[in-house]
Every structure is written in C-alpha cells, then in structure tokens.
C-alpha cells in the first residue's frame, strides 16, 4: 500500500463527533489536541477514566501534524552542550534510555490502536565530515552501548559501500537499525478516534478562556468542571498556564522543512548530520524530506512563524554536501511548524508542585516521545505509578524563558 | 543565494499589467526592475510567436497592441529579466530565480504582482488524460508554435473571453468539431445589459460580440448549454461524452451524445494566480464574477501588505483593457499622483462595470463541481481520487485538515488544479459557502527550484535547539 493510500484508508473522527456539546463536568480536562493530548485522553479512556480533550483549532494541526514524523533514537547534534559527550554523560545516558523505551512503545501502536500508522523501521545514519566529529561518534556509541541501544560506527569503504548515496569523502557515520519514522498525519487522528470509540469526549474548535483551581474551566462553549486537569498545549503550553498564574519552562520555536519532488527511491535510512544541521530522508512517495533545526521566522500573533530562505539556502547545501545527487532534485515546499523547546530540551512531566490535579505532558522531541510521556503520565493518573523527577515541570536548574 | 540586489521598483510578470506598471513607474523616473518566468514578454494574450516573423499585421490585433507595449517597454530603461521566476515574496523581499540559474534576493521598495491568470482546470472523468487540454495551453501551442493541438478538436467552455479561443483556433485554421457553451444563447434583454453597459467600451463589445459572430461565420457548430460529461480513451482521448445542462449546469440525463476527436480544449474560465500575494499575506475576498478569491486593493491597487501592489487577471480577472489600466493606476500610485489617476479610474469602473455585466451572462453553474465519478483524480499530483476524499472531508470543512490526511494540494502544482474542486466539495459537505472556506496555506517556492540553485555554503548555522 502507498503512503496516500494509507493515510487514505484510516478511519477518520468525523466532525459530527468533535462539535458535540462540552459537557459540564469531568475527571480529567486534557487541553491541546496534538499528539500528546490525544494520547492522553486514549490512554486515560483506557483505564477507565472520564475524560474530555478539548482542542482550539483542529485536531493534529501544529507540531504533531508538521513535523517530518522520524523517530530520533540515537544521540543527535542538538543533545551535546559542547562538541564532546563527557560532560553530559548522565544525561545523555538517561535521554537514550528514554528513546529506548518510546522506541518499543511505537512497535506496539499499531496493534494498539488497530490502524494503520505508516512505520518503517529503516535505521538512522549520523555522518561525520571531520576528525573531531568522528571521535564524537565514536564517544556517543558508547553511551548508546551503555544504554542498550545499538548503534554501529561505520568508515571509509566500509560506509561507502553501506551508504553509496553518500559523498565518498565522509569519514564516517553511526547507524542505529531501531530509528525510522511514521506518518504524523496518522498518529495524533488515530489517538483521538480510538480515545473517542473508549469513551473520551473529543471537542475542537473551543478556546480555554482560563482555568481556575478546582478546576473550574472557562472556555469559548461554556464552562466545564475537572478534577484534574492535563496542560497538553504543546508550544502554547505557557499561554494556558498563564491563565491559571503558572509559568512553564517552555518556548515556542519555528522550525524549518524542505520538501523536494518524487525521485526514485534510493535512499532508505534517516540521514543526521553530527556536527551540522540536517536531518535528511526520502518518503516512501520519494519526496525528500529535508531539515534539522534551521530556524524560522517569528510573527506576530495569531500568525505564527514564517520560513526565511536563508533557512533553505543553508539547510540544501548541508543536504548537498552529504547526498550530492540532491543538487538537481527540485524543492517544491518548505513550511515551518511550531515547537515546544525547553531549555534542556528534557520532557516537562507531571504534577505542578505548586497547584496539585494540574499536570503537564510536552515533549520537545515530541513526536518521537509523546506516545510514551502520555502513557506515563496516565497510568500515574490513573493508578499512581510514579513518573522520572527529572521530568517534572517545577523541577529546579531550569531556566524559565518566556513563550511567546 | 547570491548576495542580494535591489531596486526601488521590482514587478513581477510581463504581461498588460505588468508591462503598462513598468513603462509607466520608470516615466515617472523610478529604477524598475520587472521579471517574467517565460523566453518573451507579452504574457498570455500578448504571447508573442517565438518564430521570425514576417507580417506583424496577419497576427491580428491583440499581438499588436502586445508588439507596441512590450516595445514600449524595451526602450523605456526598466531591467527587464524574462526567463525568471518569482519564487517567494516576504513584504517587498523577493527572491527570484533565473532558469538555470542561482536563487538570489531583490530587496525592492515597492513590487507590484502581476502574474496573471490561469486556467480554470475542470474535474470530470477523464480530465487528465493526454489529448485533453486547457485553452490556454491550446493557444500557447497555436500562437508560440504554430502548430494545431489536434486533427479533430471539440471546445467546451463557458465565457466570452472562453469563446475567443475556438474563434482564435478556427482562425489559426484549427479543425474544431464543435463548441460547446454552458451558458444560454444570449436573450435580448442580456444584450440590452451588455449593450448598456457597453457605452464607451467599443472594444470591449467587440471583442464579446466579434467572437461569436466569428465562430458562426466560419461555420463552427456552436451549441449553447451542453457540458462536457467525461472523456474517453484508453491511453489518449478517443471521444468525447457531454450533454445538455439546465441553468445550474447540471447535466440532463438522457441527452448525451458521444463525439470522436483526439483533442478536447477545455476553456471554462481563469483563476486569478494568487500565490505570491498569499505568501506576502495579503488579504483576499470572494467575488466569483472575477475569478473567486481575489485579493483586496483600494483605489491605488495596493493591497493589506504595505509596499506590495497587484494588476491584471492576478488581483481579478477582467481581461487586457483592464490589466493595462490597473498596472498604470499601480505606478501612478508610487507617487500618488491624483490628476493622472482620475481618467484611468473612471476608465476603469466603466470596464469594469462592463465585466460584470458579460459575466452575469456566464456565471459558472454549480454542476461544474459535479461531474466527478468515485474513481475520478480529484488531486492529480498526489493521484487522489473522489472515492478517497469522502472520509477526510468529513473530518473538517479545513482545506488544512483534508491535506494532511490526503497529501491533496502538496504536490508540483500546488492546488492550482485541485483546491477549487476540493473546497465545492468542501462547501457541500458542511453546508457552507466557497467565499467563507479556508484556503491551503501557501507555500514558498511557488515553482520548483533545483536544490543546488537554492543551496548558499556561505551561510553559517543560524543556531538554534541547543541544550544548555
């Protein structure tokens, strides 16, 4: 099956069941209707829990539904604080154990959720161009290792006859067979219809207005009382937290993605860079799928960010430098899709200290992530399994930088 | 990118509008530069041979007035940059794309977007297959290289400006089976209107009255309200179905009738080619008689973006006389000049009011939407079909939200051929009207560019998603 016509084929939340009435009260009220949020509301339903996801737009419009949908497993350029692992080595060691996990977690969603998701386990190569890069991949391995993700470093010939797409003077490049991708247009809609079939009541087009403590939730169709309440707001997590006087260690940050036209498929893993921006892979409708964190432009409110062509220029002669049959493969789209960033770029999970029932679930790699933070965070909802401290919202040795 | 130039005045598109803005802004002194993707100037009704020509007169009249504009133009000091494409446009910040060439900026002071008009692409079984074309295409193919698009041609459009294309073809000595219009043969009382509304529009008039009488004269079979229902062939078109249709352009069970020929010219208006203005972010509206989403202008042709102005068939489609006085009233704006301006603005209103009128005559019916079968290609880039759209459009009446479950809109053409198609289906399902819906959200380029003409090794990491 393609990929269009898998997307295709996918039952589908009709607008019939998301523009019902909101109903007057709830156990848990779940804001945002990303990945994140929908996960939450299915995995809630699941154990029983009554729950309403309320969303402002549409269902999976932002980061979940706009971002290139890989997998992130091994340890990538955006994790180093310098250009060497030793520093951060706990950290680094902790952040693989999380990726492991979410990794098993996708090979099961399928099955979970009965649809389909577009998965492709194809593997993640992460090149290097200079000696000192190559001695990080090296570095990393081991951490990887250590954690129980395998990873292979691979040079000269040996890459070369591995990765032949490659340019043949790359030193090397680290392959992880775990990473791979599927589709964003499928996961967040499948949560929400699977979350919607247990029992969770789905609402889009409803602004949150505020939320007080009790929880008392004030929005564009009413008002609505929860027990407890789940901030699933993605990058607009802190404008929803403001209105309850919470801060979040979140910002939003646009970043940018280029889209070439078809070519026959010739490149099959995910394609990092160690040392410069670029995440590179070819779709299984051989568009090339083109970006690693090239910034955008910020706009001001409601418009969110806009792309900035310097972003293109740089990011395709990262791309060309690394797969030099790219250079007469046309760009025919670049977009940019907002981001929930947090200063060390660690989930923000749990219980606000501070108002107890108001619980956060934001991931900055989130599409990777979200399916397991929210698993997480219900089952500690629901049965009071305890969630990782490093994770929580309040947690200290953060810097709280305002969002928008 | 190469490093960047810049201008005061940079327009975008040489065709009337474009070409008119550019002779005017450079007699009022400013620097001016004007770009056009394709080898000559004249966009679509000025398109100019691209063979040596003889006789100028035997092209007619439209080529003429193009030959005088563009000649004009030529002497006339502005930059002119033909093979070069405006690919994306951020205020008055461009980036244009010679073909074969680097990606570079044009930084301009003010730009006026005049990138014309496209064809209305049809949905209907059999749309895409090879034989079936538009009636600009069919033009292009006669005008540029003098060659007949087929051996038995069959038009079916709508429109006086429609009807000029098989007049055109027929004069080009192209073989048309038949023509066929949706709309009624004109009563009386639509020619009274138009004749009304003709008063200091001689040409205009002509052009709306001289098309027909010509198709007639040179004995075409004209046949009023028929439609085209689906095309037929196994590789390239072989037949031609289409049938009588009532005043909403709903076909008429029973009245098909079957037509071998190996070329169908479609011709059933223009949209008005929005792209670049979207990506500025300029505001539109709805006007249907104009082309559908049109861009907002006030009494300057400037639009909600500050420093960006638009002419011609792009912020409307009204045809050459129009465009050519729209792209004046543009440049005459840069100065603010209201003595010049008086005369083309009440030139302007009275063409315009003259438009409305023949449009009334024409407006497209909603059967247009319907011809469609489940397996009919809505999106023909992305090669979704009818059958596989009846989930997603259930989901939302957001264009956003059907492309992201179909890809619809994402590919080459970037919706120019589906969206329109899709928002009827849109507006059906939900119960609302084409005006009110979203539009897919533009993206830059607006055409493909060649990743090695986009790559600049010179620009450093920009430095973003560092973990402190």
């Given at each position: 099956m393609t990929w269009g016509s898998l997307l295709r084929s996918n039952p589908v939340l009709s607008a019939a069941r998301t523009c019902g009435p909101l109903p007057a009260e709830t156990d848990v009220v779940v804001i945002g209707g990303g990945l994140a949020g929908t996960a939450v509301a299915y995995y809630l339903a699941r154990e029983g829990v009554d729950v309403v996801l309320i969303e402002r737009s549409e269902l999976n419009r932002e980061a979940s539904g706009t971002n290139a949908g890989s997998f992130h497993f091994q340890i990538a350029?955006?994790?180093?604080?310098?250009?060497?692992?030793e520093s951060a080595r706990p950290r680094l060691l902790s952040d693989v154990r999380l990726h492991l996990s979410a990794a098993r977690l996708w090979q099961t969603l399928e099955e979970e959720l009965d649809g389909a998701l577009d998965l492709h386990e194809t593997g993640g190569l992460m090149v290097a161009e200079t000696p000192e890069e190559l001695q990080i991949l090296h570095d990393k391995h081991l951490i990887e290792t250590e954690a129980g993700l395998e990873t292979h470093v691979l040079e000269g010939s040996e890459l070369q006859g591995f990765a032949p797409y490659l340019a043949g003077d790359l030193l090397g490049a680290s392959f992880c067979p775990a990473e791979g991708h599927a589709n964003p247009f499928l996961a967040a809609p499948l949560f929400a219809l699977r979350a919607a079939d247990r029992g969770a009541v789905v609402r889009t087009r409803i602004d949150v207005i505020r939320i007080e403590p009790g929880f008392v939730i004030t929005t564009s169709a009413g008002t609505l009382r929860a027990h407890r309440v789940v901030n699933?707001?993605?990058?607009w997590a802190n404008d929803i937290a403001a209105t309850s006087g919470l801060r979040l260690p979140i910002r939003a940050e646009g970043l940018h993605v280029n889209v070439t036209e078809p070519r026959a498929k010739v490149l099959e893993p995910l394609v990092q860079h160690i040392g410069r921006r670029l995440t590179l892979k070819q779709a299984a409708n051989g568009t090339f799928i083109i970006g690693g964190g090239w910034p955008a432009r910020p706009e001001q409110p409601p418009a969110r960010f806009t792309t900035l062509w310097e972003s293109a220029a740089g990011n395709a002669a990262v791309a060309i430098r690394v797969m030099p049959s790219l250079a007469d493969v046309r760009l025919v789209r670049m977009w940019t899709g907002v981001m929930a960033f947090t200063d060390d770029l660690q989930p923000v999970v749990g219980e606000m200290g501070s108002l107890p029932g108001y619980f956060t679930c934001i991931a900055t790699t989130g599409f990777t992530l979200s399916p397991m933070i929210a698993r997480m965070l219900a089952a500690h909802i629901a049965r009071g399994e305890s969630l990782p401290?490093?994770?929580?919202?309040?947690?200290?040795?953060?810097e709280w930088t305002a969002t928008t | 990118m190469s490093s960047g130039t810049s201008c005061e005045l940079l327009v975008v598109g040489g065709g009337p509008a474009g070409l008119a803005a550019a002779v005017q802004a450079a007699s009022l002194g400013l620097d001016v530069t004007l770009v056009d993707e394709r080898p000559t100037l004249g966009g679509q009704i000025f398109k100019q041979p691209g063979l040596q020509v003889r006789d100028h007169a035997a092209l007619g009249r439209d080529h003429r007035r193009g030959r005088t504009l563009i000649q004009a133009a030529e002497r006339s000091g502005v930059r002119l940059l033909t093979?070069?494409?405006?690919?994306s446009l951020q205020g008055t910040n461009a980036v244009i794309v010679e073909e074969g060439g680097h990606a570079r900026a044009v930084s301009a002071s003010h730009v006026i977007v005049a990138p014309g008009a496209h064809d209305r692409p049809v949905v209907f079984p059999g749309w895409t297959l090879p034989g079936v074309v538009t009636a600009g295409a069919a033009q292009t193919i006669v005008k540029t290289h003098r060659v007949t698009p087929g051996e038995r041609v069959l038009f079916a459009g709508s429109g006086p400006l429609a009807l000029a294309f098989p007049a055109q073809l027929h004069h080009y000595g192209v073989n048309i089976v038949a023509a066929l219009e949706a709309g009624p043969p004109p009563r009386p009382r639509d020619i009274a209107r138009i004749a009304g509304a003709a008063r200091g529009n001689a040409a205009l008039f002509r052009d709306a009255v001289g098309y027909r009488v010509g198709l007639v004269r040179g004995g075409v079979n004209l046949r009023y309200r028929r439609i085209v229902v689906r095309a037929e062939g196994r590789d390239r078109l072989e037949a031609v179905v289409h049938a009588a249709c009532d005043a909403e352009w709903r076909v008429i069970a029973g009245t098909e009738e079957r037509v071998e020929v190996d070329t169908l010219c479609v011709g059933y208006g223009f949209f008005p080619s929005t792209e670049l203005m979207r990506l500025a972010g300029c505001s539109f509206r709805y006007d249907e008689d104009l082309g559908g989403h049109v861009v907002r202008v006030d009494e300057w042709m400037r639009t909600t973006v500050p420093g960006i102005s638009a002419a011609g068939d792009g912020a409307g489609v009204a045809g050459s006389f129009v465009a050519i006085d729209e792209g004046r009233l543009a440049a005459i704006g840069l100065v603010g000049d209201e003595r010049s301006a008086g005369p083309i603005r009440r030139r302007l209103k009275r063409k315009l009011r003259f438009q409305h009128a023949l449009q009334r005559m024409h407006r497209i019916g909603p059967?247009?939407?319907?011809?469609?079968?489940?397996?009919?290609?809505?999106?023909r880039c992305e090669e979704v079909t009818l059958a596989e759209l009846a989930q997603p459009i259930k989901a939302s009446d957001d264009i956003n939200v059907v492309k992201g479950f179909?890809?619809?809109?994402?590919?080459?053409c970037q919706g120019r051929n589906c969206q329109r198609q899709i928002g009827a289906l849109l507006a059906a399902q939900h119960g609302c009207a084409l005006g009110d819906l979203l539009v897919a959200t533009p993206r830059s380029p607006v055409r493909p560019v060649p990743l090695a003409a986009v790559a600049d090794e010179t620009i450093d990491d920009l430095g973003l998603f560092v973990a402190k």
């Open positions: 350029m955006h994790q180093l604080t310098a250009r060497e692992t699933a707001a993605g990058a401290h490093e994770y929580a919202p309040d947690r200290k040795g953060l | 093979r070069t494409s405006c690919v059967g247009i939407y319907e011809l469609a079968t489940p397996e009919t290609v809505i999106c179909t890809r619809v809109t994402m590919g080459l």
